[in-house]
């Protein structure tokens, strides 16, 4: 029954991209891109909780809480944080100014075009880092994927596993583009909150909790006896634990995928609804996410904890508390978070290359055609690039936690603090903007590479820092912008005014 509800699930997703497939045929690039501009309020909304909270939402983050203690939940708070912020300082005005700044539909297009567009050196070294960062998302997003496929098909061999689910994610990606990829995050995000809520709400109706208890005893693979004891208390956490999650808040400037969807909605105006949809959706699921790592502790830690298996914890619980079908759907939910993520990442960075490396740089005369193809063939390299990446990495939580935090973090400073800039400082010149995007990229990984380990603190923290510092300082120092460049600024602000 559990592999009914597995294929029925793929169905569904494979469904919609072939229906968009059909149904979008004479579209060309932004239509395969960014939607039209065309997305409702609520499918805005969930697609953009979907592609933001990747599998590790249900196994890399609830694994971390039932092995280290409650001092992981600050990364929920972070990001809960984050996302409100996101939502009700940058959504609507990002809309607004990437219509204004020559209808952009990239991320790196409207940074260059915000400028004036007529040099593209900011928009290639974008795209750039937008296929490496987002390369080693995608392929921890396969990690996971891998994960279920052999748990539910134990006789799978994870090679085989993680093929066939790239297989599927490139599909329906290749086939529908932006819309397909927006409404199977709408019910994948529907299906992810649906079973987050599930388990917990089981779990406290099903068993008395105040009999259970989060110590766990067991003998270790060197033959140790074992007492681990539980941190539940959060304010007991140290302090780079404390700073760590609250800097995953400010990744969320910076994130291309989630950015999009911004660019994508019909009006500025729809931005209320869905943000109030969106802050409602993360804070119901990050909660449920904690208490799922927290009841898992007292309920199936003795068999997770000694083989190194946190990562099952939401896996283990829905087939104990659910019928088989239903754990089906439940388990479909882990997959769900994984596609959602990979879907979207891939789909910028195909529109990345060819809107902002191919079209300005390789082939300037490139037809609609040509690069809605492109496209597709760029998502087919990514996903072939991602799966070897993955299939070279060791498995299970902390793998799955790893690479979103360094392609988090690298996102988040080097697009964090000038997307922040070109929406509020009229000053910000296109000099400055190159130096915050680089500035903030360089830090960020040399600071992975050579201190993060030593001193605790995670790179994002000072790769955003420097990202803003630089741009502001280069920005001061160079001449101020042109009348055509504040021009775009002041259309972008106007357009506010005229709608309030």
């Given at each position: 029954?559990e592999?009914?509800?597995?294929?029925?699930?793929?169905?569904?997703?494979?469904?919609v991209?072939?229906?968009?497939?059909l149904?979008?045929?004479?579209?060309?690039e932004?239509?395969?891109?960014?939607?039209?501009?065309?997305?409702g309020p609520?499918?805005?909304?969930?697609?953009?909780?979907?592609?933001d909270?990747s599998?590790?939402l249900?196994?890399?983050?609830?694994?971390?809480?039932?092995?280290?203690?409650?001092?992981?939940?600050?990364i929920?708070?972070?990001l809960?944080?984050?996302t409100?912020?996101?939502?009700?300082?940058?959504?609507?005005r990002?809309?607004?100014?990437?219509k204004?700044?020559?209808?952009?539909?990239?991320?790196?297009?409207?940074?260059?075009?915000?400028?004036g567009?007529?040099?593209?050196?900011l928009?290639?070294i974008?795209?750039?880092?937008?296929l490496?960062?987002?390369t080693?998302?995608v392929?921890?997003?396969?990690?996971?994927?891998?994960k279920?496929?052999?748990?539910?098909f134990p006789?799978?061999?994870?090679?085989?596993?993680?093929?066939?689910?790239?297989?599927?994610?490139?599909?329906?990606?290749?086939?529908?583009?932006f819309?397909?990829?927006?409404?199977?995050?709408?019910?994948?995000?529907?299906?992810?909150l649906?079973?987050?809520?599930?388990?917990?709400?089981?779990?406290?109706?099903?068993n008395?909790?105040?009999?259970?208890?989060t110590t766990?005893?067991?003998?270790?693979?060197?033959?140790?006896a074992?007492?681990?004891k539980?941190?539940?208390?959060?304010?007991?956490?140290?302090?780079q634990?404390?700073?760590?999650?609250?800097?995953?808040?400010?990744?969320?400037f910076?994130?291309?995928h989630i950015?999009v969807?911004?660019?994508?909605?019909?009006?500025?105006?729809?931005?209320?609804?869905?943000a109030?949809?969106?802050?409602?959706?993360?804070?119901?699921?990050?909660?449920?996410?904690?208490?799922?790592?927290?009841?898992?502790?007292?309920?199936?830690a003795?068999?997770?904890?000694?083989?190194?298996?946190?990562?099952?914890?939401?896996?283990?619980?829905?087939?104990?508390?659910?019928?088989?079908?239903?754990?089906?759907?439940?388990?479909?939910?882990?997959?769900?978070?994984?596609?959602?993520?990979a879907?979207?990442q891939?789909?910028?960075?195909?529109?990345?290359?060819?809107?902002?490396i191919?079209?300005?740089v390789?082939?300037?005369?490139?037809?609609?055609?040509?690069?809605?193809?492109?496209?597709r063939i760029?998502?087919?390299?990514?996903?072939?690039?991602?799966?070897?990446?993955?299939?070279?990495?060791?498995?299970?939580?902390?793998?799955?936690?790893?690479?979103?935090?360094?392609?988090?973090?690298?996102?988040?400073?080097?697009?964090?603090?000038?997307?922040?800039?070109s929406?509020?400082?009229?000053?910000?010149?296109?000099?400055?903007?190159?130096?915050?995007?680089?500035?903030?990229?360089?830090?960020?990984?040399?600071?992975?590479a050579?201190?993060?380990?030593?001193?605790?603190?995670?790179?994002?923290?000072?790769g955003?820092?420097?990202?803003?510092?630089?741009?502001?300082?280069?920005?001061l120092?160079?001449?101020?912008?042109?009348?055509?460049v504040?021009?775009?600024f002041?259309?972008?602000?106007?357009?506010?005014?005229?709608e309030?």
């Amino acid at each position: 029954m559990e592999v009914a509800a597995f294929v029925l699930y793929f169905l569904l997703v494979l469904g919609v991209g072939i229906w968009f497939f059909l149904k979008e045929k004479g579209g060309g690039e932004k239509e395969y891109f960014l939607g039209g501009r065309q997305m409702g309020p609520w499918v805005t909304a969930m697609s953009a909780q979907a592609s933001d909270m990747s599998a590790w939402l249900l196994m890399g983050l609830p694994g971390s809480i039932m092995a280290f203690g409650f001092g992981q939940v600050w990364i929920g708070i972070g990001l809960a944080l984050g996302t409100a912020a996101n939502w009700i300082f940058i959504a609507a005005r990002l809309r607004r100014f990437s219509k204004a700044a020559g209808d952009s539909i990239t991320l790196p297009q409207y940074l260059s075009n915000r400028f004036g567009g007529s040099k593209k050196g900011l928009q290639v070294i974008c795209a750039v880092i937008f296929l490496v960062f987002f390369t080693v998302y995608v392929a921890s997003s396969f990690v996971a994927g891998t994960k279920v496929f052999t748990a539910v098909f134990p006789s799978l061999d994870s090679t085989v596993a993680m093929l066939i689910f790239a297989a599927i994610i490139l599909a329906y990606t290749f086939l529908g583009g932006f819309k397909a990829v927006c409404w199977t995050d709408f019910f994948q995000g529907t299906l992810m909150l649906i079973a987050l809520l599930a388990v917990p709400i089981v779990v406290v109706c099903v068993n008395d909790i105040s009999a259970l208890s989060t110590t766990v005893e067991y003998v270790n693979s060197s033959g140790q006896a074992v007492v681990d004891k539980f941190n539940g208390n959060l304010f007991a956490a140290g302090w780079q634990e404390i700073v760590t999650g609250l800097a995953w808040g400010l990744g969320y400037f910076g994130m291309p995928h989630i950015l999009v969807r911004f660019m994508s909605i019909k009006k500025a105006s729809m931005v209320k609804k869905s943000a109030t949809v969106a802050i409602i959706w993360v804070v119901l699921a990050l909660g449920a996410t904690c208490l799922i790592a927290y009841f898992g502790r007292m309920l199936v830690a003795g068999e997770l904890l000694p083989n190194g298996q946190q990562e099952l914890v939401f896996l283990v619980l829905a087939r104990k508390l659910f019928p088989a079908f239903l754990a089906g759907l439940l388990m479909s939910a882990i997959i769900a978070a994984s596609m959602s993520t990979a879907d979207s990442q891939l789909l910028v960075a195909s529109s990345s290359f060819t809107s902002d490396i191919y079209k300005p740089v390789m082939r300037r005369n490139a037809s609609d055609r040509e690069m809605l193809w492109m496209g597709r063939i760029v998502v087919v390299i990514v996903t072939v690039v991602a799966f070897f990446i993955a299939n070279s990495n060791s498995s299970g939580a902390k793998a799955i936690m790893d690479m979103v935090e360094n392609a988090w973090a690298g996102f988040g400073s080097a697009f964090g603090p000038v997307v922040i800039l070109s929406l509020f400082w009229r000053r910000l010149t296109y000099k400055g903007a190159i130096a915050g995007v680089v500035g903030g990229a360089v830090v960020d990984v040399v600071w992975m590479a050579f201190l993060s380990s030593s001193t605790g603190i995670y790179e994002l923290l000072p790769g955003f820092a420097a990202g803003l510092l630089s741009a502001v300082a280069v920005s001061l120092i160079d001449k101020a912008p042109s009348s055509e460049v504040t021009d775009i600024f002041d259309r972008a602000v106007s357009a506010a005014e005229d709608e309030d």
